[in-house]
């Protein structure tokens, strides 16, 4: 089976849609909702912290950083 | 009472409270600040003893109380703030308060902004909707359709600009309303967390069908002020240009903070001085003037002269905040920081450590891990804080020879920042120390909220920084008082005979050295002889307990030059003391195992009463001060045994 595409691997300035989490707990993963990360929601890559971490992202009409741990647990699809 | 008053007192009898709940960066303490003016205070949270901003809003010749909660993101509390949110919420609903929540949004981020709204009116909270920054989202093309939001939510709902006024007076007069009269609200704060999650989950799928139903989008699908806020970043964030602008920021912060307050400081002191001079003649001489111009004025003088390093540092670190740069400095330096079991939101309390400790110790609360919270107020204080400037000041202008150039660099200058690098490299030590403890949490919250940049208000930066350096005062202030008028006490009784013929400096020093302060000194003298320290200076930095600056004032009054105006004196009689054999009685030794002992030690009543309201408990506050006055004493022992 082919690994699924993650966030991490996705390019960059491209959008890409959430389709899942892997390893993130349901506690943590209400908490993302809250911010405004979901399943389904859009987003796209924009750049790295000088250290490469953590990473900017537009995700729907707002701008979050995420640490590199996580951007390689979000799983996405082309939007 | 006439009888319409009689006829609307069963109505006043339950009070009606207007809490403000949204996300961070909504613009809520402005919209706060718009509805009460001036009308306000500060208080304590029932149960707990975080500060909250209260402010009454009169509407009618009603008084509504109107609280600004802290920022909150979900409705499973991560952060002190939050909990403290979800606390208040379900207390006032307990209380049988006529409570409505006025849940503020941004207009331009309403899909992710209304889940905490969606969330608190399922939870059967009386809510009303702010949809606010309506001005900002006009200019980025985003409609919304306020009455068909309102239908799906069944609250009312409105569109305001609390910058601009706009759509205030149709706020006030929402809030003035009747509430409904609900069922009950749930507690969320007993709910069980899998519960919460649900509620969560739902809420943040309700808010997304709320907004598809009532807000247009441009065409474009990036906004203005966030293509914006990308194009800024990809100067303040990249590889080269951004540390440098970091550093570039930090280094005029200090300068600002020191080379700029320095006048204002200076202008202070000689006000102070003539008015405390001018006090003393018109008093008439005795104990009362004694009281007065040696205790109280020079105390309570120590504190205010801090007030314009205070507010320059507030203007900028608020102008930093306000402007949406600080989220950005914690990314950027949160990588690095990552080896020492910490991260970028540390940032932020370790920056305002520099000026005083209180302010960073606060600013740890937005950390969402309570682990990593305790960390940053366990290592906030170690920062090199305006309170010890003058003390290293007059030890480094006594015992580092101006001679001494290294590299032909000014010596003295090299020695103060060498003291601020210490400060820094000592807390990344203690970082590591306490990563091997169960205080370490592997990465805590991996997402953080980068807001869109703005140009900060005058006038929301002049409130902010007026309320911190009117807390600074009042808070600061009461203690210095309190032990200014103790160490007078202490070194005025009991009382000599004075002997003819001496002058008044010779009586003074005399009538301290046999005071109970002096006597003091003199039985705790053997706890601190292993430094190299005498009783002047072992009473001197036990007085400094109270605030570090407390101990170039006490040694002052110790080598009767009190009223001396510049440190100049001091130092001199400090490197030309001699014990009755001749021998200096400091040595550069003395002075370096000092410095280190200053540059640790938790000598601050008011930061360790902060410690323990914000961690809640004096097992945390005083196991801080016990281990920094353990490892300041170890260090300033090896460092006069290695120098000597």
């Known amino acids: 089976m082919q690994d699924p595409m993650t966030l991490e691997k996705a390019a960059w300035d491209l959008p890409v849609r959430v389709t899942g989490f892997s390893g993130v707990g349901d506690s943590e993963r209400a908490r993302l909702a809250g911010m405004g990360l979901h399943v389904g929601e859009t987003v796209v890559k924009l750049l790295a912290a000088p250290l490469g971490d953590p990473i900017e992202c537009l995700v729907g009409q707002q701008l979050l950083a995420l640490d590199k741990s996580l951007v390689a647990r979000i799983r996405v699809e082309a939007a | 009472m006439t009888p319409a008053a009689a006829a609307t007192a069963p109505a006043r009898a339950r009070r009606r409270v207007v809490a403000l709940a949204g996300r961070p960066n909504t613009g809520k303490t402005t919209l706060f600040n718009a509805l009460t003016g001036l009308r306000q205070r500060t208080a304590n949270y029932a149960g707990c003893t975080v500060e909250k901003a209260v402010g009454t809003l009169a509407v009618d010749g009603r008084e509504i109380e109107v609280v600004d909660l802290p920022g909150t993101f979900s409705l499973l509390p991560s952060t002190e703030d939050e909990r403290v949110a979800f606390h208040f919420l379900s207390q006032a609903a307990a209380a049988g308060d006529d409570l409505l929540v006025l849940c503020v949004v941004e207009a331009s981020n309403l899909a992710n902004d209304l889940s905490l709204a969606a969330g608190l009116i399922e939870a059967g909270y009386p809510a009303a909707v702010a949809v606010n920054m309506i001005d900002e989202a006009r200019q980025n093309g985003v409609s919304v359709d306020t009455a068909a939001l309102g239908r799906t939510l069944r609250v009312p709902v409105l569109a305001v600009s609390a910058r601009h006024g706009e759509g205030l007076p149709e706020l006030r007069e929402l809030l003035a309303g009747h509430g409904r ?114 205790g109280v004025v020079p105390g309570v003088a120590a504190v205010f002269v801090f007030v314009p390093q205070i507010a320059i540092l507030f203007t900028l670190i608020g102008f930093l905040e306000q402007s949406g740069y600080l989220p950005r400095a914690a990314a950027l330096v949160d990588r690095a920081l990552r080896p020492f079991g910490l991260d970028g939101r540390v940032f932020i309390p370790f920056l305002s450590g520099f000026a005083c400790a209180i302010p960073g ?284």
């Open chain 2, 181 to 294: 009269a609900a069922a009950a609200p749930r507690d969320l704060s007993r709910e069980a967390k899998h519960a919460l999650q649900e509620r969560q989950m739902r809420a943040v799928e309700r808010a997304h069908e709320a907004c598809a139903a009532s807000v247009r989008l441009p065409r474009r699908a990036l906004l203005p002020t966030i293509a914006r806020s990308i194009r800024l970043d990809r100067v303040f964030l990249h590889p080269v240009a951004g540390p440098l602008l970091l550093l570039a920021t930090m280094f005029a912060l200090f300068q600002a903070l020191f080379a700029g307050a320095q006048p204002l400081m200076d202008g202070l002191t000689g006000g102070l001085d003539a008015a405390a001079a001018a006090l003393r003649a018109a008093l008439p001489p005795g104990l009362f003037a004694s009281l007065v111009c040696d």
């Open chain 2, 361 to 644: 110790v606060m600013a740890a609360r937005t950390i969402p891990s309570e682990k990593r919270r305790i960390v940053a107020v366990m290592l906030t204080p170690l920062m090199t804080c305006s309170a010890r400037l003058p003390v290293y000041t007059l030890l480094i202008s006594a015992f580092v020879p101006a001679s001494f150039r290294p590299w032909g660099f000014n010596g003295q200058g090299v020695a103060m920042t060498g003291l601020y690098l210490f400060a820094v490299v000592c807390a990344l030590a203690l970082a590591l120390v306490l990563k091997n403890t169960p205080l370490y949490e592997k990465d805590p919250m991996p997402a953080a909220l980068l807001p869109p940049y703005r140009l900060p208000q005058p006038k929301e930066l002049a409130r902010y920084v007026g309320t911190r350096c009117w807390h600074f005062l009042s808070r600061a202030g009461q203690v210095i008082f309190v032990v200014s008028i103790a160490l007078w006490l202490l070194a005025a009784f009991p009382r000599r005979a004075p002997v003819a013929g001496e002058s008044a400096a010779v009586a003074a020093a005399a009538q301290v050295e046999q005071s109970a302060l002096g006597r003091a000194g003199r039985l705790i003298e053997p706890v601190f002889r292993p430094l190299g320290w005498d009783w002047r200076l072992s009473v001197a930095s036990l007085s400094a307990l109270a605030a570090r600056e407390v101990f170039v004032g006490t040694l002052g009054t110790l080598y009767a030059l009190e009223g001396s105006p510049e440190d100049g004196g001091l130092a001199a009689a400090l490197r030309d003391a001699r014990e009755p054999d001749g021998s200096p009685r400091y040595t550069l030794a003395t002075a370096l195992g000092l410095l280190m002992f200053f540059a640790v030690a938790l000598q601050c009543i008011s930061t360790i009463a902060t410690v323990r309201r914000e961690l809640g408990s004096w097992r945390w506050a005083l196991g801080q001060f016990a281990a920094y006055f353990a490892l300041a004493y170890a260090l300033a022992f090896a460092a006069y045994r290695v120098a000597s």
